[in-house]
């Protein structure tokens, strides 16, 4: 089935999220990434790079249709400051990068988190 992305920011996160949340794929994911440098395409984050591929590759193997929603987190001196709206979000709680969650009604059904965010056997059992 088709795999769908969109993207946002920080600063657009709650709009797009909204629209993301209201829309019909059976199965939706936040994926929380750095920032990419716009002349490498790479990420600020190793971490970031290894999982990217992973996840898009095990998602976009999956029999249903899924969303996935790209949050960057912004440059390394953003997302290192300890009140990032989304290290305080009390829903959301992140706490590295990438960070993969699985979106279900309107909670959170099952997350990776940076450390695991690349484990094509975990990115599987998410999607189940």
Same mark, same amino acid.
């Given at each position: 089935?088709? +795999?769908?992305?969109? =993207?946002?920011? !920080? !600063? =657009?996160? %709650?709009?797009? &999220?909204?629209?993301?949340?209201? #829309?019909?794929? $059976?199965?939706? &994911?936040?994926? &929380? *990434?750095? #920032?990419?440098?716009? /002349?490498?395409? *790479?990420?600020?984050?190793? @971490?970031?790079?290894?999982?990217?591929?992973? /996840?898009?590759?095990?998602? %976009?193997?999956?029999? @249903?249709?899924?969303?996935? +929603?790209?949050?960057?987190?912004? =440059?390394?001196?953003?997302?290192?400051?300890? !009140?990032?709206?989304?290290?305080? #979000?009390?829903? *959301?709680? /992140?706490?590295? !990068?990438?960070?993969?969650?699985?979106? @279900?009604? @309107? %909670? /959170?059904?099952? $997350?990776?988190? =940076?450390?695991?965010?690349?484990?094509? $056997?975990?990115? #599987?059992?998410?999607?189940?």
């Amino acid at each position: 089935m088709p +795999l769908t992305m969109v =993207d946002a920011s !920080v !600063v =657009d996160f %709650a709009a797009v &999220f909204q629209k993301f949340k209201a #829309d019909s794929p $059976r199965k939706k &994911f936040l994926l &929380f *990434l750095a #920032d990419k440098d716009p /002349i490498s395409s *790479l990420s600020w984050c190793p @971490d970031c790079n290894v999982a990217e591929p992973v /996840i898009y590759q095990k998602l %976009a193997a999956s029999a @249903d249709e899924v969303a996935v +929603l790209r949050a960057f987190v912004g =440059d390394r001196p953003t997302w290192r400051s300890p !009140v990032h709206p989304w290290r305080v #979000d009390p829903l *959301l709680k /992140i706490r590295g !990068v990438p960070t993969l969650i699985r979106w @279900d009604g @309107d %909670a /959170i059904a099952g $997350r990776l988190e =940076d450390y695991e965010a690349h484990v094509p $056997r975990k990115i #599987d059992a998410l999607l189940e």
